[in-house]
């Protein structure tokens, strides 16, 4: 058994036209339960609301399957919150001036 058949997904929403997320819609356990899941997603998605830019995908999450997509919503945003902060103090390092760069 690979760590893919152990590991849980979450099937997200979101819109590529306008960068909206509509959160977690799913935590499934194993890559392959969680792609199908994401074509039933796609599946039942009518046409108008993928012509709006409405589209979902799958991402790997330290959730239990089934957890409550709210939960595990505001769980992935946080996470997120946490790496884009990271990701800015790595940026600003105190050895490199502000006013050089905007020259």
Not at 39 to 56: F, L, V
Request: charge should be negative; proline fraction near 3%; avoid cysteine.
């Amino acid at each position: 058994m690979t760590h893919n058949d152990t590991s849980s997904y979450a099937i997200i929403r979101h819109n590529v036209r306008t960068y909206l997320s509509a959160g977690v819609m799913a935590v499934i356990r194993g890559k392959q339960n969680a792609e199908l899941g994401l074509k039933e997603y796609e599946d039942a998605q009518d046409s108008s609301d993928r012509h709006e830019g409405w589209r979902y995908f799958i991402e790997r999450i330290d959730l239990k399957a089934g957890t409550d997509p709210a939960e595990a919503t505001k769980h992935r945003q946080a996470e997120l919150e946490g790496r884009e902060s990271k990701a800015m103090r790595d940026a600003e390092t105190p050895n490199s001036p502000s006013s050089d760069r905007q020259r």
